[in-house]
């Protein structure tokens, strides 16, 4: 697999993780969860936010929302 390619999954496993806590979808939350850390065992939340251009600061917020709903970020 490509370097780009392997960037792309894991930037979008911690977006679709997030959208499954908030629907509620803790145990496929969980499973992308683990499939970002196998891609990127050092993966940082708090990293990941400070880069994201968020044109609204509570977007943030939201997504974090999201991983706490589903256990993943305190």
Do not use: C
Request: glycine share 6%; aromatic share 6%; hydrophobic share 35%.
């Amino acid at each position: 697999m490509n370097h780009r390619l392997l960037e792309r999954r894991e930037e979008r496993r911690p977006h679709l993780a997030s959208t499954l806590g908030h629907l509620g979808r803790f145990d496929e939350a969980r499973r992308i969860w683990e499939e970002l850390m196998e891609i990127n065992p050092k993966y940082e939340h708090a990293k990941h936010i400070a880069r994201l251009p968020f044109q609204n600061p509570s977007d943030a917020g939201k997504f974090t929302e999201g991983l706490r709903k589903a256990g993943l970020v305190e």
